[in-house]
């Protein structure tokens, strides 16, 4: 992802940043990982690689394919021949990938410059901006045939991550604590990316909370004819919106958490988790019953 603003005007003085064609040739970096120092440079003739890729060949590298990536590599060294030829390889294999909560991140911080473009306020981002999480990666990569398409929504996470891992989240259970503004986020991203969704996979969410009107600026599965529902029931419903495919798979509660409750939830949690070793996600301060056991994570 790149950012490039022209010129920013504010009352205090006037930014001007370098033109598309000057910057691709001598681009400025926002460095957001200093443990990757030397990344922006590989990724910034990376990605005008990849462009060139497709518009030779209009289409984009194929997942884990070793001859689209030797070609990537090829044209970026034309450009840069200090790259990293490792990292554009994983460019190259990922680069039809799609995943939601990657993009969640990337939206705001584009939406931010946005603002900052039609306000005239705050200093931008200079000039371009390149992200990536290889250590996102599973220890054992999926092969080529594992990462093909099927033709469904999640194609663009198999690319990545492959078949076998996105069965694993279709049958995670997952217990989420609170409905709110990170709650929301969560359960988005969930939905997106199918967590609980497949035959033996599940989503509980519980939140005693109401929604109110201030609720709506920054929860944003919730419109005003849901003021006054409960926000766990209303969350969910929302996500199955998104996503169909966690219709029947989703609960929301009014429970609280604690001792009181421990009945309610933990025996089948514990008990699903000493088979599936799945979390137990935490968005808001809850009660935690004290005789959960050691097996039981938490992710606050």
Known sequence: MCVSLPQITSTAYIYRQKSLRESLKAPDFWITDFAKFDRPATLHAGFQALWQFYSEQQRFPRPRNAEDAAILVSLAKKLDADVDEKVLTELSYQASGNLAPVNAVIGGLVAQEVLKACSAKFHPVVQYTYFDSLESLPSTLPSEADCQPTGSRYDGQ????????????????????GAGAIGCEMLKNWSMIGLGSGPNGAIYVTDLDTIEKSNLNRQFLFRAKDLGNFK???????????????????????????????????PHLIS??????RDQTFTESVSLPVSMGSPTLLTM
């Open 158 to 177: 198999i690319a990545v991550f492959g078949k076998a891992f996105q069965e694993k989240i279709f049958n995670y259970r997952q217990f989420l604590v």
């Open 232 to 266: 766990s029931v209303v969350a969910a419903a929302a996500v199955a919106d998104m996503n169909p495919d966690l219709n029947g798979h989703i609960e929301g509660r009014q429970d609280p958490v604690g001792p009181d409750t421990e009945r309610t939830f933990f």
């Open 272 to 277: 699903h988790w000493r088979s599936s070793h």
